[in-house]
């Protein structure tokens, strides 16, 4: 018997070490229904508290593979005629969605996890003969059903090093209770210290508490949840906890956990993200030879307001000398975007001669619906009532008669506009030879409009991310130099314009909804700054912040936790060990599915007391002789 269980022992601790190789696959099948998955535990919100971000192995029941020629063969000997192919489509569809819901994780019974640890900590006992001068094995995780008393979700294992030599293993398990309001069934923080104590006597322990807090993401309108991409929350943790649930002190440590996604209504920057997207539009289709345009149904075409802008330019050139001083190429155009939000961010009030006419040629007052049109001839393919919007140019015949009516008119010599000294774009070039009676010939055919007008957005949008960032010290010229640089082709340009937008939606959403001080939104600048620098732009990424309590204590103070864990620890270094209890608004475990002690129809409302799912976890050392 005992010869069985050590071969056993020595198969299992083989595919593990198999799986360790960096150049092995991720996972493996052992006993036809067992799948050991090699994972980072920082995936697992419930396992990572213990293994952090450290590679694991994980055992779950492998999922049945669904093999073709069995279903053709049950197709083949179906009673049903071929008339009720539509039927039999939709009980397809059905068998579909009930194997994808199959295919998330399942657990195993817990004696079997049992065995697979017993199993792996054979294996790392330096006194058995099965134990080579192979490398320490990651640690062993393993999904479980709950069928046991306590209600176990996870069983753990994990080698202590003294050196590089094992000296000890501790094994972990995770145990798990629904949902509920009431507080008097949480396990309070003495008979936390007593469970532990009877794993390990110690006579110091310490105890740390930690709480998660939610200040900014989806929110609650007549019971209904408004789901939001962006998230802010903090994490606090202090010492010297006294009781369940207690508010974090002043004195704890917090760090801000910042996820913004761009085109959130809410935030100021939303009229400039609108913005953003015409110009990524225009970048799409030089990329693809095709864009989105917009149909009008009722607008003062773009080409008109060039047209009245041109003649407000030339009326002004023609009025007396003080008059001149209020030229519309020194002013600011009202335009849809104005809230009171938005302007004391980004408003600028010296728009000049090529900024304003971006403005003029992207905005009109009416309403439009998509349509799909070539990028080279403007004809249309075809119609659709996608969304409604609002814009200027509505087709790639717009952008050439709007240039050609400017560069005219500068020929001529019958504006002679202003524009900003360091303006990039290729007809700021023709009005500054405009100045010396010389304008180059300029062919406006193929994507030669839609490069000169993306070149405007890009010139006008750089500015007014530069006039709110310079302005509010910060950062500098030099710091923004990556994002600036026009030397890279237009497409890499317009990705390094997106990279700022996102991260002044960062720091404006952490200036207005949290009103961050000074020093703490220049530390969050120069981070994102340096971050996207290397960093391909990603709206998932969670930028970390820490601050002093203090700041946002008037956001959670009076608010429920999303996580509020306390930990009891005895022990040093490798040999600590740790016993824990986390109250958390959802389960942190995603294989079992919980009851709860009130009515689902009740989840959604809000109450004064709110409800908690408990995780317990536990820890033992054991040590090898």
């Known amino acids: 018997m005992g010869s069985k269980v050590i071969l056993r022992a020595k198969e299992f601790c083989s595919i593990l070490r198999s799986l360790q190789d960096e150049n092995s696959n991720d996972s493996h099948t052992f006993e036809e229904d067992i799948s050991i998955v090699k994972m980072n535990g920082g995936k697992n919100a419930v396992v990572s508290m ?54 998330m994780p399942q657990p195993l019974t817990i004696m079997k996890a049992r065995e697979l640890l017993s199993w792996y900590t054979l294996s790392l006992n330096p006194g058995m003969s099965i134990v080579d001068k192979h490398p320490a094995l990651h640690p062993l995780w393993v999904r479980c059903d709950m069928s046991d008393p306590a209600g176990t ?149 773009a080409v008109n307001l060039t047209k009245t802008y041109l003649e407000e330019l030339q009326n002004t050139a023609k009025a007396p000398q003080e008059q001149a001083a209020k030229t519309p190429g020194t002013t600011r155009m009202k335009s849809d ?6 302007n004391s961010f980004l408003e600028r009030g010296d728009l000049d001669f090529v900024e304003q006419l971006w403005v003029r040629m992207r905005k009109s007052q009416s309403v439009f619906c998509q349509s799909r049109g070539n990028l080279s001839n403007g004809q249309e393919k075809k119609t659709k009532n996608i969304f409604l919007s609002v814009t200027g140019v509505t ?73 709110y960032l310079i302005g509010e010290e910060l950062t500098t010229l030099n710091h923004l130099w990556y994002y600036l640089n026009t030397e890279v082709d237009l497409q890499e340009q ?84 740790r016993t824990s209890l986390q109250l958390s608004d959802r389960p942190l475990v995603d294989h079992v599915i919980f009851d709860t002690d009130y009515p689902v129809e009740t989840a959604g409302r809000d109450c004064e007391e709110p409800a908690f799912f408990s995780t317990m976890l536990c820890c033992s050392l054991v040590r090898f002789a």
């Open 395 to 467: 087709s790639y015949q717009d952008i050439g008669d709007c240039l050609k009516l400017i560069i005219n008119a500068l020929r001529y010599g019958d504006i002679k506009p202003w524009i900003h000294r360091d303006s990039n774009s290729s007809l700021s070039k023709l009005i500054l030879q405009s100045y010396h009676q010389q304008v180059d010939h300029v062919s406006l055919t193929g994507i030669t409009p839609v490069s000169m007008l993306l070149e405007m957005g890009l010139d006008k949008i750089r500015k007014d991310y530069i006039n």
């Open 337 to 342: 975007t104005d809230t009171p939000i938005f």
């Open 153 to 301: 979700t996870w069983l753990g294992a994990e080698p202590v090093y003294v050196d590089t030599k094992i000296t000890a293993i501790k094994l972990y398990s995770i145990t798990c209770k629904g949902s509920t309001v009431d507080k008097q069934s949480f396990v309070t923080l003495e008979e936390l210290k007593q469970e532990h104590k009877k794993r390990h006597n110690s006579t110091s322990i310490g105890i740390k508490g930690s709480a998660r807090f939610s200040l900014f993401g989806s929110t609650v309108v007549e019971n209904t949840t408004i789901e939001s991409q962006s998230s802010v929350t903090v994490d606090l943790k202090w010492s010297h906890v006294e009781s369940v649930l207690e508010v974090p002190p002043l004195s704890s440590t917090a760090t801000l956990n910042i996820k913004v996604a761009t085109g959130d209504m809410r935030s100021p920057m939303f009229d400039m993200y609108r913005e953003l997207e015409f110009l990524q539009t225009l970048a799409d289709g030089l990329r693809t030879g095709e864009t989105e345009w917009m149909e009008p149904l009722e607008s003062v075409s």
């Open 50 to 103: 213990y293994c952090g971000k450290q590679t694991i192995f994980v055992c779950e029941k492998a999922i049945p593979k669904v093999c073709q020629p069995e279903h053709q063969e049950m197709t083949e000997t179906s009673n049903c005629d071929d008339d009720d192919g539509a039927e039999n489509d939709g009980a397809d569809d059905a068998d579909a969605d009930a194997l994808q819901i199959e295919l």
């Open 494 to 577: 317009v990705i390094r314009l997106r990279k700022l937008h996102h991260l002044l939606d960062i720091i404006v959403t952490c200036s207005t909804f949290l009103c961050l001080p000074y020093d703490r939104l220049f530390h969050l600048t120069q981070s994102c700054l340096q971050y996207y620098k290397t960093a391909a732009y990603d709206e998932e990424h969670e930028f970390k912040l820490q601050i002093k309590p203090a700041i946002i204590s008037h956001f959670y103070q009076k608010e429920h936790p999303m996580m509020w864990g306390v930990e009891v620890s005895s022990g040093h270094s490798a040999l600590e060990v």
